[in-house]
């Protein structure tokens, strides 16, 4: 058994008394907290309360029902993490029974065990853990089972801030109706007189964490010697780790510490500035040494995992450690001890637990040398204040299918139709707008007659106030901050002025024409806008790339052509119009086979029990249907009767589409949902909706029914159309027309859709 910590102990001991309390009163889902510092040992704690309640409820004779058992749920894989920790804590004793969704036995919950959840499993209501099923197995059976057993239920939210607010958590939460929900976390998100709050200090004075946190030490921009920013910071966070780990070595430590490098851009989909801030980085880190060949370097992305087998080890020979998002939570690695944060230039926070990977002291005490007692940040972070927040846990998601071994190609026509020529985007024009815009803006003009035009032009600029001499852009960065988790917003009063490289001025002056794009799209139009501003300043003013940068990012212009550039845009949508009005849709043919493999993002989720999808895994999108969802159901009921079926996208040029003219008589692409081929070889094609759920559903369904007549050869017959449920009692008849249809509503002749017989 673990011997608790002074503050470990008092916390254990204060939720265990008003567990008795709240056990004893007649009200249900009552709030309890504890609020304790990311590093204190929350796991260790709730392993303790939960085997002292279990051991102690016996001897409540005032309880009602004295046995009870814990719902543990947990964000992403840190209930996996919660579970073993607790199961290796109180193996040998089993005064507690840590269980997993699999481990259920009778259908129910019993004495003294644990079920350890993960959050985004249940989070769902078409989950098969929640959903009703024939077996009776999920969730909300398991409670009532659980109930009828006479054991109470405390239910504990790790990290509730992430997942226990929303309105599918309150109503699962709602339907659990556990005696207690208790929430554990460094930011708590319930409020509750019930429960304890462990202080920062007390974890400091028992050295289970760093007494501090210290922002950008000793910069010195007159040791920047023309490199850029990014590089300078990377040379100063790896010499502190190099200087950290002479001091370990020292005092006779054997620990290797770890620098973390987190790139940036906190977004679910990895950006071009991701992908080019990691080869940079990895291109730098190598002429130092430092490789994924050589094991000093750990990459954690969503696409890429390097030597991550033992880098939690004291003494692991990896250096340092990229990553995004992945590891801000339940990650224990107490060797890290810097912290290398690229920030966009227009991100101002730092995240608790991110930050929170490098407090924890790894061997649990202070040292003699004060360098090693404190956790150490490095960030090209620009700001006069500093806020510390929480961070939320969508990162990116990408989960792959592959198809099925035993796929033939059944080579369907499908159409696309290339609508970019009509998209939201800045046309090849654009340039010729901002021009009008700018005469019209600094009354300026391009009159090549005359040979002073230039000389004019800039002094037009100079009355609208704007600077032309800009020597070079500097960046005021926060220096030698000493600052807690516990604070909120830290004023910054120490700053260090570095000058912005031309790579890094192209860098800010990209997102300064990302953030102005009004509502075009940022990828096909930004690189329209910035050669439109630079071709201004080449025509109009004779003024180079380089320069013309620094003039529009210094700050007492930057205001003047945002104004120029918002002035632009609307001359723009006039002639996107017209040109939208007049443009003619391309149709792309290509012969469609079920993609050999494909990649589905955090919008979906896998889905358990499906045998016959054409592509393994199966993803289900997040909000499917209920039609697509029960018509997945009832082609699976139907497996022996099918070789495969396949859920279609809807809007790539990879998904099967056909064509169709919509009740304004304009041509799209039709997705169909299904494509299913039986055992037989015939190959239905099937849109699921319900009854006049479409203003296009006749223009679909007809349009499809031309399309299978049109495509069904001797070799390959074609069938379908759009299918739709029809109740009867408590079946689901699904039922199409093989014909084409002159109402949406009456279903009066229409087949209905038996695998099993057609």
């Known amino acids: ?382 700001k006069n204040l500093i806020q510390i927040v929480q961070e939320d846990m969508d990162y990116i998601v990408q989960n792959k299918a592959l198809r099925i071994p035993t796929y033939r190609n059944i080579e369907l026509n499908s159409s696309f139709i290339n609508t970019r020529l009509v998209r939201n985007r800045l046309s090849s024009q654009f340039r010729k707008c901002l021009y009008q815009a700018s005469e019209k803006y600094f009354n300026v003009n391009k009159d090549l007659v005359s040979s002073s035009f230039i000389v004019e032009n800039k002094k037009r600029l100079q009355e609208k106030f704007i600077e032309l001499d800009v020597d070079k852009i500097e960046i005021p960065i926060p220096k030698d901050i000493e600052f807690a988790l516990d604070d909120t917003i830290i004023k910054v009063d120490n700053v260090e002025r570095f000058a912005k490289t031309s790579d890094e001025l192209y860098i800010l002056f990209r997102q300064f024409c990302r953030n102005n794009i009004g509502g075009y799209a940022k990828v096909d139009s930004t690189p329209i806008l910035e050669l439109a501003l630079i071709s201004f300043f080449e025509d109009y003013l004779a003024i180079d790339e380089t320069p013309a940068i620094k003039i529009m990012l210094f700050e007492q212009n930057k205001t003047k052509f945002i104004e120029l550039i918002d002035i632009a845009l609307q001359i723009h949508v006039d002639l996107l119009k017209q040109k939208a009005l007049k443009a003619t849709k391309k149709v792309e043919n290509s012969v469609w086979e079920v993609p050999a493999e494909r990649i589905y993002n955090e919008h979906y989720q896998g889905k358990q029990n499906i045998e016959k999808h054409a592509l393994v895994p199966f993803y289900e999108q997040h909000n499917a249907s209920n039609p697509e969802i029960k018509f997945a159901e009832f082609l699976e009921l139907n497996k022996n009767h099918i070789e495969w079926w396949y859920k279609n996208g809807d809007k790539n040029k990879e998904d099967f589409a056909v064509t169709y003219y919509d009740v304004e008589a304009s041509l799209k692409g039709f997705y169909v949902d299904f494509v299913i081929k039986l055992k037989n070889n015939k190959i239905y094609l099937f849109d699921t909706k319900t009854k006049g759920s479409d203003k296009n559903f006749i223009h679909k369904h007809n349009a499809l029914i031309d399309y299978l007549i049109e495509n069904t050869t001797s070799n390959k017959e074609l069938l379908g159309g759009i299918i739709i449920p029809e109740e009867r009692g408590n079946d689901i008849i699904w039922k199409y027309s093989a014909k084409k249809i002159q109402s949406a509503t009456d279903s009066s002749g229409w087949k209905s859709f038996e695998p099993s017989i057609e």
């Open 1 to 382: 058994m673990i011997i608790l910590k002074e503050y470990q102990s008092k916390a254990v001991n204060s939720l265990i008394d008003d567990s008795w309390i709240l056990l004893k009163n007649p009200n249900r889902q009552q709030k309890m907290v504890l609020k304790a510092p990311t590093g204190s040992g929350k796991t260790v704690m709730m392993a303790n309360y939960m085997s002292n309640v279990c051991e102690e409820v016996k001897d409540k004779l005032e309880l009602k029902n004295r046995k009870i058992a814990f719902i543990w749920f947990a964000p992403n894989q840190l209930h996996i993490q919660s579970y073993n920790s607790i199961k290796n804590y109180f193996d040998n004793l089993r005064t507690i029974s840590p269980i997993q969704f699999e481990d259920i036995t009778e259908n129910k919950l019993h004495e003294n065990e644990v079920l350890f959840v993960n959050w985004q499993s249940v989070n769902k209501e078409k989950n098969v853990f929640v959903r009703e099923n024939e077996q009776g197995q999920n969730l909300i059976n398991f409670v009532n089972n659980t109930y009828a057993d006479d054991v109470e239920i405390i239910c504990i939210l790790d990290e509730a801030h992430y997942h226990a607010n929303g309105t599918k958590a309150k109503k699962l939460l709602n339907e659990i109706d556990a005696k207690i929900e208790m929430d554990v976390s460094a930011t708590p998100i319930f409020k509750s007189d019930y429960g304890h709050t462990i202080r920062r200090y007390e974890v400091i004075e028992e050295e289970m964490i760093k007494k501090n946190v210290v922002l950008n030490p000793a910069l010195d921009h007159h040791k920047q010697k023309n490199i850029s920013l990014d590089q300078y910071l990377l040379n100063q966070a790896l010499s502190k780790r190099d200087e950290i780990a002479k001091a370990y070595k020292k005092l006779g430590i054997d620990i290797n510490p770890l620098l973390l490098i987190q790139l940036p851009n906190d977004t679910k989909k990895e950006s071009v500035l991701d992908k080019q801030k990691l080869e940079l980085l990895e291109d730098a880190l190598k002429l130092k040494g430092y490789t994924t060949d050589n094991n000093r370097v750990a990459i954690w992305l969503s696409n890429r995992k390097d030597n991550l087998e033992d880098i939690e080890n004291q003494n692991s020979i990896t250096d340092v450690l990229i990553f995004k998002q992945a590891i801000a939570l339940g990650w224990d690695c107490p060797r890290s001890a810097i912290l290398l944060i690229f920030r966009e230039i227009n991100q101002e926070s730092f995240g608790i637990q991110t930050v929170g990977r490098i407090l924890r002291m790894p061997q649990q005490k202070h040292y003699s040398d004060g360098l090693l007692n404190n956790g150490y940040v490095f960030t090209n972070l620009s």
